[in-house]
């Protein structure tokens, strides 16, 4: 199954050096307005995806006041969240992106569709499941995890499903991430699961904004721009996409051999 991605890469991937994270995700967020407004324009409405986590923090306050978005025409899908965490606990990305993104806009929005993880996990997979196939996606907002993931698609991830959403096991360094990045007090309160947008749903997105900071994504970012395309590292994949840019700061960018 891996075999079949070992292929004749694509034209290099699109990719942003900025100094540093500020101006990263101001770029990130400018370049994803723009396709918003563009779907609006063409369309008069914009499907789009959004991540979570520290790598997302400067790019969704920035998006939050893009000028020029009549954000009541959008409809919002919640990448990924941990399965049996609650909505009001730090490190919920229902939270997450009710405080930092939903809340902050100008405009109600048509609908954002947040994952529930605290029920059945495989039935709210295929509830936003089915909704999202009826959304064709213009823009998602991703990141890369330390070891490579996409959304929570850990190594080895699944290449293969056309299901929109899974329910994965997070592996330990999925969880050091979360335990070193502050969302939780200490690596047993991490949870083992979580449900994940899957990669193939991710790669039918017209356009992907990848925005990832810092010297601890170095590794993962030359893995996934300059190695194979397998599912021993996740966001390699991107190296297939036709519209996927990369916004990284110096450090994220340090191992690249083309900076």
């Given at each position: ?30 370049a994803g307005a723009k396709v918003i407004r563009q779907a609006l324009a063409d369309r008069g409405a914009a499907n789009i995806i959004v991540a979570t986590g520290a790598s997302q923090f400067e790019m969704l306050a920035q998006l939050v006041v893009e000028p020029d978005i009549n954000w009541h ?187």
């Amino acid at each position: 199954m891996e075999a079949s991605y070992k292929v004749e890469k694509v034209d290099p991937m699109n990719i942003q050096i900025m100094p540093n994270k500020d101006q990263m995700g101001k770029a990130a967020a400018a370049a994803g307005a723009k396709v918003i407004r563009q779907a609006l324009a063409d369309r008069g409405a914009a499907n789009i995806i959004v991540a979570t986590g520290a790598s997302q923090f400067e790019m969704l306050a920035q998006l939050v006041v893009e000028p020029d978005i009549n954000w009541h025409r959008v409809t919002g899908f919640h990448l990924d969240e941990y399965v049996g965490l609650a909505i009001d606990h730090p490190a919920s990305f229902r939270g997450y992106l009710w405080q930092r993104f939903v809340s902050r806009l100008p405009l109600p929005l048509r609908a954002f569709h947040f994952l529930d993880g605290q029920g059945d996990a495989p039935a709210e997979c295929h509830r936003v499941g089915d909704i999202i196939r009826s959304h064709p996606i213009d823009v998602a907002f991703v990141g890369i995890g330390e070891n490579g993931h996409l959304a929570f698609n850990d190594p080895p991830a699944d290449f293969e499903t056309e299901e929109p959403y899974l329910v994965v096991n997070l592996d330990d360094a999925c969880r050091r991430q979360q335990l070193g990045e502050g969302w939780f007090p200490t690596f047993d309160d991490v949870p083992k699961q979580a449900i994940s947008m899957s990669v193939r749903q991710i790669m039918k997105s017209g356009t992907i904004i990848c925005t990832v900071p810092d010297t601890r994504k170095a590794e993962a970012v030359r893995n996934a721009v300059e190695g194979d395309v397998t599912p021993k590292v996740p966001a390699s994949i991107l190296q297939r996409h036709k519209q996927c840019t990369l916004f990284l700061d110096k450090p994220a960018a340090s191992l690249l051999k083309r900076t």
